[in-house]
Protein backbone atom coordinates (compact mmCIF):
# COMPACT_ATOMS: atom_id res chain seq x y z
CA UNK A 1 0.00 0.00 0.00
CA UNK A 2 1.46 3.37 -0.68
CA UNK A 3 1.37 5.44 2.42
CA UNK A 4 2.42 8.54 1.24
CA UNK A 5 -0.14 8.45 -2.01
CA UNK A 6 -2.93 7.43 0.03
CA UNK A 7 -2.07 10.70 3.02
CA UNK A 8 -2.07 12.72 0.06
CA UNK A 9 -5.45 11.70 -0.97
CA UNK A 10 -7.06 12.42 2.51
CA UNK A 11 -5.08 16.02 2.90
CA UNK A 12 -6.83 16.75 -0.32
CA UNK A 13 -10.60 15.35 0.72
CA UNK A 14 -10.00 17.30 4.21
CA UNK A 15 -8.75 20.88 2.12
CA UNK A 16 -11.89 20.14 -0.39
CA UNK A 17 -14.27 19.30 2.82
CA UNK A 18 -12.76 22.69 4.33
CA UNK A 19 -13.35 24.76 1.38
CA UNK A 20 -17.03 23.36 1.15
CA UNK A 21 -17.74 24.24 4.29
CA UNK A 22 -16.13 27.62 4.56
CA UNK A 23 -18.09 28.21 1.21
CA UNK A 24 -21.70 26.92 2.64
CA UNK A 25 -20.76 29.07 6.11
CA UNK A 26 -20.35 32.53 3.52
CA UNK A 27 -23.15 31.70 1.53
CA UNK A 28 -25.04 31.72 4.89
CA UNK A 29 -24.22 34.58 6.00
CA UNK A 30 -24.66 36.71 2.76
CA UNK A 31 -28.52 34.82 2.75
CA UNK A 32 -29.17 36.13 6.41
CA UNK A 33 -27.74 39.87 5.67
CA UNK A 34 -30.14 39.71 2.39
CA UNK A 35 -32.87 38.86 4.38
CA UNK A 36 -32.42 40.40 8.42
CA UNK A 37 -33.58 44.07 6.63
CA UNK A 38 -36.81 42.11 4.91
CA UNK A 39 -37.54 40.27 8.43
CA UNK A 40 -37.14 42.91 10.70
CA UNK A 41 -39.60 45.32 8.16
CA UNK A 42 -41.92 42.27 8.18
CA UNK A 43 -41.65 41.82 12.39
CA UNK A 44 -42.61 45.53 12.38
CA UNK A 45 -45.64 45.39 10.07
CA UNK A 46 -47.13 42.44 12.28
CA UNK A 47 -46.36 44.52 15.22
CA UNK A 48 -48.04 47.53 13.83
CA UNK A 49 -50.67 46.16 12.80
CA UNK A 50 -51.24 44.37 16.33
CA UNK A 51 -50.82 47.93 18.06
CA UNK A 52 -53.85 49.18 15.56
CA UNK A 53 -56.05 46.46 16.93
CA UNK A 54 -56.06 46.90 20.02
CA UNK A 55 -55.44 51.08 19.98
CA UNK A 56 -58.44 52.61 17.68
CA UNK A 57 -57.71 55.87 16.44
CA UNK A 58 -55.40 58.56 15.61
CA UNK A 59 -52.44 59.94 17.05
CA UNK A 60 -49.85 61.86 16.28
CA UNK A 61 -46.21 59.85 17.05
CA UNK A 62 -44.94 56.55 15.93
CA UNK A 63 -45.69 53.84 18.79
CA UNK A 64 -43.05 51.35 17.60
CA UNK A 65 -39.96 54.25 18.65
CA UNK A 66 -41.87 56.09 21.47
CA UNK A 67 -41.43 53.22 23.92
CA UNK A 68 -40.62 52.49 27.88
CA UNK A 69 -39.19 49.66 29.13
CA UNK A 70 -40.49 48.70 33.19
CA UNK A 71 -39.93 45.72 35.24
CA UNK A 72 -42.78 43.70 35.13
CA UNK A 73 -43.84 40.53 37.22
CA UNK A 74 -42.42 38.42 35.12
CA UNK A 75 -39.45 40.07 33.28
CA UNK A 76 -39.25 43.53 31.30
CA UNK A 77 -42.09 44.77 29.63
CA UNK A 78 -41.95 46.99 26.81
CA UNK A 79 -44.68 49.71 26.97
CA UNK A 80 -46.00 50.94 23.95
CA UNK A 81 -47.12 54.60 24.17
CA UNK A 82 -49.68 56.41 22.09
CA UNK A 83 -49.64 60.66 22.11
CA UNK A 84 -51.64 63.24 21.25
CA UNK A 85 -50.17 67.10 21.43
CA UNK A 86 -47.31 65.36 22.93
CA UNK A 87 -49.50 63.78 25.89
CA UNK A 88 -49.77 60.26 26.16
CA UNK A 89 -52.97 58.98 25.77
CA UNK A 90 -52.98 55.63 26.20
CA UNK A 91 -50.47 52.57 26.22
CA UNK A 92 -50.20 49.33 24.80
CA UNK A 93 -48.29 46.42 26.15
CA UNK A 94 -48.18 42.06 26.28
CA UNK A 95 -49.47 40.55 28.68
CA UNK A 96 -49.01 36.45 29.26
CA UNK A 97 -51.80 33.79 30.61
CA UNK A 98 -51.67 30.14 31.22
CA UNK A 99 -53.82 28.35 28.74
CA UNK A 100 -54.75 24.31 28.38
CA UNK A 101 -51.47 23.72 25.96
CA UNK A 102 -49.63 26.38 27.26
CA UNK A 103 -48.76 30.19 27.31
CA UNK A 104 -50.96 32.42 25.96
CA UNK A 105 -49.58 35.68 24.95
CA UNK A 106 -51.99 38.84 24.16
CA UNK A 107 -51.49 42.60 23.45
CA UNK A 108 -53.60 44.85 25.56
CA UNK A 109 -54.42 48.27 25.30
CA UNK A 110 -55.24 51.07 27.91
CA UNK A 111 -56.27 54.44 27.54
CA UNK A 112 -54.95 56.79 30.26
CA UNK A 113 -58.04 56.59 32.40
CA UNK A 114 -57.66 52.71 32.61
CA UNK A 115 -60.18 51.51 30.53
CA UNK A 116 -59.17 48.41 27.79
CA UNK A 117 -59.35 49.83 24.53
CA UNK A 118 -58.50 46.24 23.23
CA UNK A 119 -57.05 42.89 23.59
CA UNK A 120 -55.76 40.78 21.11
CA UNK A 121 -54.17 37.04 20.98
CA UNK A 122 -51.20 37.24 19.01
CA UNK A 123 -49.66 33.46 20.25
CA UNK A 124 -51.34 30.55 21.68
CA UNK A 125 -51.32 26.28 20.96
CA UNK A 126 -55.08 25.84 22.46
CA UNK A 127 -57.19 23.11 21.02
CA UNK A 128 -58.60 23.89 17.71
CA UNK A 129 -62.22 24.07 17.79
CA UNK A 130 -62.42 24.68 21.66
CA UNK A 131 -59.89 26.81 23.18
CA UNK A 132 -58.81 28.99 19.43
CA UNK A 133 -62.66 30.73 20.42
CA UNK A 134 -59.88 33.70 21.99
CA UNK A 135 -59.13 34.45 18.31
CA UNK A 136 -61.49 37.36 16.74
CA UNK A 137 -62.14 35.03 13.60
CA UNK A 138 -63.38 32.17 15.39
CA UNK A 139 -65.42 34.11 18.12
CA UNK A 140 -66.53 37.20 19.42
CA UNK A 141 -65.32 36.24 23.23
CA UNK A 142 -62.20 38.85 22.75
CA UNK A 143 -64.16 41.79 22.44
CA UNK A 144 -65.43 41.55 26.24
CA UNK A 145 -62.54 43.31 27.12
CA UNK A 146 -63.35 46.62 25.71
CA UNK A 147 -64.45 49.15 28.31
CA UNK A 148 -63.37 47.22 31.16
CA UNK A 149 -61.36 48.21 34.00
CA UNK A 150 -60.34 47.76 37.32
CA UNK A 151 -63.91 49.20 38.72
CA UNK A 152 -65.85 47.70 36.47
CA UNK A 153 -66.32 44.79 37.19
CA UNK A 154 -65.02 44.73 40.32
CA UNK A 155 -62.00 42.81 41.47
CA UNK A 156 -63.66 40.00 42.44
CA UNK A 157 -65.94 39.56 39.52
CA UNK A 158 -62.66 39.43 37.20
CA UNK A 159 -62.88 35.71 36.33
CA UNK A 160 -65.13 33.61 34.59
CA UNK A 161 -68.74 32.60 35.27
CA UNK A 162 -67.66 29.23 36.62
CA UNK A 163 -65.58 31.27 39.26
CA UNK A 164 -68.36 33.85 39.87
CA UNK A 165 -67.00 36.39 37.73
CA UNK A 166 -68.44 38.21 34.59
CA UNK A 167 -66.77 36.59 31.84
CA UNK A 168 -68.19 33.52 29.31
CA UNK A 169 -66.34 30.62 29.31
CA UNK A 170 -66.60 28.23 26.39
CA UNK A 171 -67.79 24.68 27.06
CA UNK A 172 -65.42 22.18 26.99
CA UNK A 173 -62.07 24.85 27.43
CA UNK A 174 -62.79 26.79 30.30
CA UNK A 175 -59.43 26.95 31.61
CA UNK A 176 -58.34 28.80 28.04
CA UNK A 177 -60.72 31.76 29.20
CA UNK A 178 -59.66 31.94 32.65
CA UNK A 179 -56.06 32.26 31.59
CA UNK A 180 -56.81 35.08 29.27
CA UNK A 181 -59.11 36.81 31.74
CA UNK A 182 -56.01 36.13 34.41
CA UNK A 183 -53.87 37.94 32.06
CA UNK A 184 -55.70 40.75 31.55
CA UNK A 185 -56.86 41.48 34.68
CA UNK A 186 -53.08 41.42 35.95
CA UNK A 187 -52.25 44.06 33.00
CA UNK A 188 -54.84 46.61 34.76
CA UNK A 189 -52.70 46.24 37.78
CA UNK A 190 -49.65 46.64 36.41
CA UNK A 191 -50.77 49.49 34.70
CA UNK A 192 -52.34 50.85 37.80
CA UNK A 193 -49.33 50.30 39.52
CA UNK A 194 -46.84 52.30 36.51
CA UNK A 195 -49.33 54.05 35.92
CA UNK A 196 -47.26 57.94 36.31
CA UNK A 197 -44.40 56.18 34.22
CA UNK A 198 -46.28 54.76 31.23
CA UNK A 199 -48.46 58.10 31.02
CA UNK A 200 -45.03 60.13 31.75
CA UNK A 201 -47.00 62.00 34.49
CA UNK A 202 -43.18 61.91 36.45
CA UNK A 203 -40.46 63.58 35.90
CA UNK A 204 -39.37 63.30 32.17
CA UNK A 205 -36.95 59.98 31.58
CA UNK A 206 -33.94 59.64 29.88
CA UNK A 207 -34.51 58.97 26.24
CA UNK A 208 -32.06 56.21 24.66
CA UNK A 209 -32.30 55.68 21.16
CA UNK A 210 -35.87 55.99 21.27
CA UNK A 211 -36.66 53.71 23.80
CA UNK A 212 -36.65 55.17 27.40
CA UNK A 213 -35.81 52.93 30.48
CA UNK A 214 -37.25 52.44 33.91
CA UNK A 215 -34.84 54.87 35.93
CA UNK A 216 -33.48 56.49 32.97
CA UNK A 217 -31.00 53.65 32.28
CA UNK A 218 -30.61 52.16 29.00
Known amino acids: MNFQKLRGELYYQAALLGGVA ?77 GYAGPIDCMMGIDRNGHITGVRVIKHKETPGLGDKIEPAKGHWIYEFEGKSLGDPPAEKWGVKKDGGVFDQFAGATITPRGVVKAVKGGLDFFDKQRAQMLDDTVPLRETFGRTTEGGKP
Not at 30 to 45: E, G, K, N
Not at 58 to 78: A, H, I, Q, S
Open 22 to 98: LVTTAALALADRATSSDIAAAQARDMQQSLTQVLPGEYDNDLLKDTLVLNGPNGEVTVYRARRAGRVEAVVFKVSGN
